[in-house]
């Protein structure tokens, strides 16, 4: 219990646990199972950082704003929360006088203790009221209900879209919870329809609650939330809401939607908004925090309807992300019940008046003056955070096991079954199809009059081609103490390849899939890619014994741009430790350390097939700056618009001194994280002398997009098939 007046929303809380009976306490604070998303709810804002600017003038903060046309003075509104008289005798009257007062919405809930009309008639007009509805079997209870809240004024209709079936809430089990009898579910005392023996069975079961031998009585008001239950509609899908917006005007907003997918069908069904919302964690546990949701469906949702948010709501700073993010308003649920327990009417609106001050405070600290300023320039994940800082980040469990599985064995599949036949690197050259190839003849024959040297150079050109024209194929490349001098395979076929590529993301089905994940692009947008190509796709084998080591090297010098924007996807098939030649990094190497060269191809005639490092161009160390506001989002780093990604040409080059020699920290990688690599970060990998093989999978993207002032070289090694462009990843600039 605290002592003295609350100053914060976690005072409440403590209050309403030390005061409230357990059941009710129970009731209101839990959530489904072992409430992982209560949890994470909350701790998820703590995960996204806030990035203030300063000398603004901040002396007239506003948090005014608008909700379907109507002014509200706080962004913050009032969720639909179940049975509110169990908090305080006025119930939903105390909350609606308190919203009312206050000037913002508030949303009431099928199940409330006080009915519909009573609860607008409390707010005197004062505020947008919203209705939230179940939809149920029989849609004549619903549609009475639709068109008792628009005949009462309320303006929106919250269909709650996550609970075809009830979560299972533990507490409440355990405390086998009911309604207080005293109490009724007020809005269905005028549904004459609505009786519970009307919807039983013929052996007085309630059908589809695993044969519960109940019984309630017609009386027992305690029952009907159980009942209810059991009549939700579970067919409810996005066709039906046609019938909804037959049957009324209100505004429609879906509330419970938290993918891009859901909020393209939810756009194309015409609803008005969505409320991002996983029923405070009461419905799925495990669902994602809402405010990790938020941000996909605020993209997909374009601007083409309204975005709400609630869910872990208890601070100022949390609302100040969310609208940041993209949310038009937040609903608080338990919040207000615990305002309710504290004092009523006045327990909620002091909660919401320290809510809206901390917002307000909040908003002056980052040194914003009214909330159509907020976005997302005032944020950063700390994952982005962590990558942006040290140059890589390892996201573990990016894939299945199962996927792991798949990935894997096909990956083993190609090292058995690409076609070597004709490879440079080995005695007898046939070409594509299985014939010497008419070159390689010609070097054998120059072999005898041009001496060894010459050869070495055509053949090199040869091993060249091949590996160039790997840009557009699946080739491979053997490990280097796989083929002996007399250019023969010394060991298995599939044992002998250190890697196969470069054109997998498009050439292989099952990396193409791998490749274009969802959450492949969704980082790729997050990081500020506008048109990111897709290059260098491969499996690096390591085999064992003779994986050989790969040197320091940074990824822009192999898939560079102009300035660079390389950042690497590498994904491991197979534990990575130090044994089998874990990736090492250099951290924070990429801020300070410059690419000075570039991985090429010869364009000059005679030359082909020559590949070789050039010093990078002095004529390219201009300053890049941006070119328009667009660049703004296509900065990988947005702090510094694009900063870090200029080239310099001939400053130092990688530092081997000994006094800031870098350090090589090793990573760990499991199978089937996802490791991030920024393009300039300094790394290596040693040798794999033990006996596991070390398969990944990795690509690159590089920016561009025509507004992004980001230029590919033409004579860079990697280049699209002759009249095509470079696969992208998604193109914005289409948009
Ligand atoms: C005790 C309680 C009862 C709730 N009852 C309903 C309800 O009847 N209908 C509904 O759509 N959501 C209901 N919710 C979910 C809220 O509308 C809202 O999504 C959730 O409370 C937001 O999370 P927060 O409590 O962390 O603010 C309820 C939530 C709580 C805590």
Redesign the pocket.
Known sequence: MVSGAPVCLDDFEKHAQATLPKMVWD???S?AMDEQT?ND??QAYSRWRIRPRVLVDVSNVRTETKLFGDRISTPICI?????QRMAHPDGELATSRAAAKFGTAM?L????TTCIEDVIAEGKGAIPYGF?L?VYKDRQVSESLVRRAEKAGYKAL?V?V??PLLGRRLADERNVFELPKHLRLANFDATPSLTVSSLLDRRGHLPGQNDLPITPTEDDPAMMNIVLSATTDTSLNFEDLKWLRRITKMKIIL??VMTAEDTELAVAAGVDGI?V??????QLDGVLA?IDALPEVVAAAKGRIDVFL?????KGTDVFKALCLGAKAV???????YGLAYAGEEGVLKVLELLNDELKLAMALAGVDSIDRLGPQYLIHETEETFLSQGFLVLPNFLSRAEVADYLAHARWLADNVNIEGHPALEKTLDHNGQVSADCLKSQKQLASDGQKEHETRHGSLIGQYFLDSATDIRAFFEKGAVNKQKKLVVKKARAIHKIGHALHYKDPMFAKLTYKPAIVEIAKSLGYRRPALLQSMIVCKQPHIGGKIPVHQDSTFVFTDPPSALGFWIPLEDCTEENGCLQFASGSHINTPVTSRFVRSLKEGEEGITKFISIDPAWSREYGPPDKDIESSAIDPRKKGSKYRARPHQDTIDTTSSSKPVYAKQYTKAGSLVLIHGNTVHTSSANLSKKSRFAYTFHVVETSLKSNVRYPPDNWCQPEPGRELEVLYDLDLE
């Open positions: 009731y209101y604070k959530g209560v709810n909350k969720a639909a929360a179940a049975m949303c809930s099928t199940y409330s939230q179940y919250y709650t996550d609970t509330k419970g409320v919302s996983n029923h405070g964690g009461r809402t609630d869910g872990g709501i208890r609903y608080i649920g338990r919040p207000m019940l």
